[in-house]
């Protein structure tokens, strides 16, 4: 079974910087390619980007050039480091694996909350 433990969300204030990272157990983290996604209330849970275990990794258009993933497979880690944040990037993140040819992702989780206003 897979479990994924977060750390690194909290409050921040318009235009200052976080860093949100995953760790992921129970599964061969290094075969799958993963994304961070975020969800607000009452919304579809959306995909801020995604890495390949080989390290490439693309981006919704919302937050090109102000977030990073990055990601450790020896650690089986995954990492979101967001700056220039803004309020509408409050929400729940989360981190899992890109859905498999049958929608198949692993457990989700509890997230963890950014909150970012002034």
């Known amino acids: 079974q897979v479990h994924i433990r977060y750390s690194g969300g909290g409050s921040v204030q318009p235009g200052e910087s976080l860093r949100l990272s995953c760790d992921i157990s129970?599964?061969?983290?290094?075969?799958?390619?993963t994304g961070w996604y975020r969800q607000t209330p009452g919304q579809e849970r959306e995909l801020v980007g995604s890495?390949?275990?080989?390290?490439?990794?693309t981006y919704a258009d919302f937050v090109k050039e102000r977030f990073t993933i990055s990601r450790d497979n020896i650690r089986r880690m995954m990492h979101l480091q967001m700056s220039g944040l803004k309020p509408e990037d409050t929400a729940a993140y989360y981190c899992?694996?890109?859905?498999?040819?049958?929608?198949?992702?692993?457990?989700w989780g509890r997230g963890t909350q950014v909150t970012v206003s002034s």
């Open positions: 890495i390949t275990p080989e390290g490439a990794t």
């Open positions: 899992n694996r890109l859905p498999s040819s049958s929608g198949a992702t692993w457990a």
């Open positions: 129970g599964t061969n983290f290094k075969l799958f390619t």
